[in-house]
């Protein structure tokens, strides 16, 4: 496989390399596309999350709190 990168991320992977925390080369590109990977599953979820919330807030299936104490014990109710 073959990756090709601009001048400037080839730089920061080189530094990455030169900084000692990775042995080579694929070390900085397996991690970089683990995180990417993590950050998509993440991403996911929130928009899952974010789509049930509006359509609870949409059928009015909410609970309003007046404060921040109020909404901390709600929470850890639910949990």
Known sequence: MNISLTPELE???KDKVNS???NNV????RESLRISLR????????N???AIGY???ESNEVTR???LNSFKALVRKKA
């Open 11 to 13: 730089k920061a992977v």
């Open 20 to 22: 000692g925390h990775y």
């Open 26 to 29: 694929s070390e900085v590109i």
């Open 39 to 46: 950050s998509e599953q993440e991403n996911q979820w929130l």
């Open 48 to 50: 899952r999350e974010a």
């Open 55 to 57: 359509a609870q807030l």
């Open 65 to 67: 709190v007046s404060s």
